[in-house]
């Protein structure tokens, strides 16, 4: 995982008010490989990020944010699954989505992909909106131009209206 630094404007509701930066970690669940150069396999990559999660926990890491792409060096396709296993293991680090882009994905299914994730965790998971980005566009993917990557109004405002810290 790589470490980031998160600054929060508005605190998530379980965090005291007087934190503002949290050491954090953030992947996207990157292919590694082995010292012999073979990828190591998706499903031993997602069982290595759930590890770090519990890891992370453990030493007191603050936020852990799990990004997903659809891509072959990649092995998270379902960021808010992976998140729920990292939940249900740990008691303390805050998760998030690093980035769920809404330009290909409805608003109420985001938030109810992510509500699992925030219940098993007790509040400790959130959403984190993006409009996505990739500067190399994925196989089989009809969104390659920037436009078709832009979020619609209704999609924005409806995501807003879904999160129960909306104004």
């Not at 960021?79 to 994905?105: C, F, K, N, P, Q």
Request: glycine share 10%; hydrophobic share 35%.
């Amino acid at each position: 995982m790589d470490a980031v630094a998160s600054h929060r404007s508005t605190p998530i509701r379980s965090r005291r008010p007087t934190d503002v930066l949290d050491l954090g970690l953030d992947t996207v669940g990157d292919v590694t490989r082995s010292p012999d150069g073979t990828p190591t396999a998706q499903p031993q990559v997602i069982r290595d990020v759930l590890e770090a999660g519990v890891l992370g926990d453990a030493v007191g890491v603050g936020v852990g944010g799990l990004g997903e792409h659809h891509r072959p060096d990649f092995a998270v396709s379902a960021a808010a699954v992976v998140l729920a296993g990292i939940a249900a293991r740990t008691e303390r680090i805050h998760l998030g989505s690093a980035v769920t882009a809404l330009s290909g994905d409805d608003p109420i299914r985001v938030f109810q992909h992510f509500a699992t994730p925030g219940a098993i965790s007790r509040g400790r998971a959130e959403i984190i909106l993006g409009p996505g980005f990739s500067s190399s566009p994925s196989r089989g993917s009809a969104r390659t131009s920037p436009t078709t990557r832009r979020c619609s109004p209704r999609r924005w405002t409806c995501s807003r209206h879904c999160s129960p810290n909306s104004p």
